[in-house]
C-alpha cells in the first residue's frame, strides 16, 4: 500500500464467539443493534457443521490512548443495554476467546493494476475491519476480475 497513513477512525471493537446450545438466537439471523454510543451485534455461525454464535461490541475510542481493561468485562459492561440474545451470549462465552481491535483504515490506492497485473482486496483498498467491508470487497474484486475472462482457466 506504499506510505498512504493510516486513518484512525477511534472505534474499538470487542468480539468473541460462543457453541453454547441454550441461548435463545436464533440462527440464521445477522441482528445489528444500536444505542446512540454503542453498536451490539451478533450472528450465527457453523463451524464444522455445529451451531454456535459469534458477537461484537463496537464503541468509540480514542485511537491515541492504549487500552489496558479486560476484554471480556469491557464487552459486558458494553452490552449492558443490549437486547436479549446478545448480554447471555457474552455471558456464555470462555474470556479466552474474546479479542479487541481497532478501527482504522487507508485511502485506496488510484490505479490498481498495471498490464496484466492488477492488486485487488486489501492490498488495494484496506478498508476499516469490520462489518463486512473488507472480505466482501475482496471477493468481489475476484469475481470481476474473474467476469474479464483474463484469469487462466488452468
Ligand atoms: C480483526 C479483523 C476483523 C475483520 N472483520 C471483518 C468483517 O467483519 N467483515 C469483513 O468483510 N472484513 C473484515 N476484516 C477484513 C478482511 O479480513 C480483509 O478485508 C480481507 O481478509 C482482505 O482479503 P485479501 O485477500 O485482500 O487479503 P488477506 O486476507 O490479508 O490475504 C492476503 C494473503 O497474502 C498472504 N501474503 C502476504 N504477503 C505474501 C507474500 N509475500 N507471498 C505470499 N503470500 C503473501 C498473506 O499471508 C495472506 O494469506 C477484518 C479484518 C481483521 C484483521
Known amino acids: 500500500m506504499g506510505q498512504a497513513p493510516k486513518r484512525e477512525h477511534n472505534l474499538h471493537i ?3 464467539f460462543t457453541m453454547a446450545d441454550d441461548i435463545d438466537a436464533e440462527h440464521g439471523l445477522c441482528i ?5 454510543t454503542i453498536q451490539g451485534s451478533w450472528t450465527s455461525i457453523r463451524p464444522r457443521g455445529r ?10 475510542h480514542d485511537a491515541r490512548e492504549e487500552f489496558t481493561g479486560d476484554l471480556y468485562t469491557a464487552a459486558t459492561d458494553l452490552a ?3 437486547p436479549a440474545p446478545l448480554p447471555q451470549l457474552i455471558a456464555a462465552t470462555d474470556p479466552a476467546n ?5 478501527l482504522r483504515d487507508r485511502k485506496p490506492l488510484k490505479q490498481w493494476s ?3 497485473v492488477t492488486l485487488a482486496g486489501d492490498a488495494a483498498h484496506p478498508t ?4 463486512a467491508y473488507g472480505a466482501d470487497m475482496a471477493a468481489e474484486d ?3 476480475i474473474g467476469r474479464t475472462g483474463m484469469v487462466p482457466s488452468s
Open 32 to 36: 445489528l443493534t444500536h444505542s446512540r
Open 80 to 82: 449492558e443495554v443490549s
Open 14 to 16: 470487542f468480539g468473541g
Open 51 to 60: 451451531d454456535g454464535c459469534q458477537w461484537w461490541m463496537l464503541a468509540a
Open 98 to 102: 474474546v479479542q479487541r481491535w481497532q
Open 142 to 144: 475476484g469475481y470481476f
Open 128 to 131: 476499516s475491519p469490520y462489518a
Open 114 to 116: 498495471q498490464g496484466r
